[in-house]
T-cell receptor
Framework: DAGVIQSPRHEVTEMGQEVTLRCKPI?????LFWYRQTMMRGLELLIY????????DSGMPEDRFSAKMPNASFSTLKIQPSEPRDSAVYFC?????????????FGPGTRLTVL | GQQLNQSPQSMFIQEGEDVSMNCTSS?????WLWYKQDPGEGPVLLIA?????ELTSNGRLTAQFGITRKDSFLNISASIPSDVGIYFC????????????FGKGTKLSVIP
């Protein structure tokens, strides 16, 4: 099993640029979660989807952030325009049906640096 | 929202030593999860606890769900170099929730 796949693994961009992070969940998982990890705030949930529908986006920091899940095997997290304070590691996780908290599998993350 | 406090924040131990770390909350959790994050990777679930007082093992790892439901403990016996990483406790933001609240982690370094 391939596990959760994220791309790119590393992204360096300049302030003001658009950034798109990608995630392919584990096949058969119908919940998908986006997290952000920083030294100051730890791991924070940004948004999660069930069957491709956004369920709770209350963790999305501001309107510059948007997430989509056009189909069961692909999701994107977009930041436009990016700012230096967005620098963090962004994780995607997917979960077995029923989305139990203990069934989340994390991807390897995308390390974003905004200069 | 609920917050989880982990201690210690970091620890350095000699290979072969036992390790203890804990996680506390001001509110009750119905599930406690312990994850490990290796450098450059995402968190991986180690142990899940579902009942107050429950003691669960996974190899050299043992975790306990505190009786008060406001704390949990993780012990690692006979540490080895590959135990290096960050250990997180986590729990559902509320009962039945799919959203996880994470502690800030305990960073473990093992000296060979």
């Amino acid at each position: 099993d391939a596990g959760v796949i994220q791309s790119p693994r590393h992204e360096v961009t300049e302030m003001g640029q658009e950034v798109t992070l990608r995630c392919k969940p584990i096949s058969g998982h119908d919940y998908l979660f986006w997290y952000r990890q920083t030294m100051m705030r730890g791991l924070e949930l940004l948004i999660y989807f069930n069957n491709n529908v956004p369920i709770d986006d209350s963790g999305m920091p501001e309107d510059r952030f948007s997430a989509k899940m056009p189909n069961a095997s692909f999701s994107t997290l977009k930041i436009q325009p990016s700012e230096p304070r967005d620098s963090a590691v962004y994780f995607c996780a997917s979960s077995l049906p029923l989305g139990r908290a203990d069934t989340q599998y994390f991807g390897p993350g995308t390390r974003l640096t905004v200069l | 929202g609920q917050q989880l406090n982990q201690s210690p924040q970091s620890m350095f131990i000699q290979e072969g030593e036992d390790v203890s770390m804990n996680c506390t909350s001001s509110s009750i959790f119905n599930t406690w999860l312990w994850y490990k994050q290796d450098p450059g990777e995402g968190p991986v679930l180690l142990i899940a606890l579902y009942k107050a007082g429950e003691l669960t093992s996974n190899g050299r790892l043992t975790a306990q769900f505190g009786i008060t439901r406001k704390d949990s403990f993780l012990n690692i016996s006979a540490s080895i170099p590959s135990d290096v990483g960050i250990y997180f406790c986590a729990g559902p933001a509320w009962a039945g929730s799919y959203q996880l609240t994470f502690g800030k982690g305990t960073k473990l370094s093992v000296i060979p």
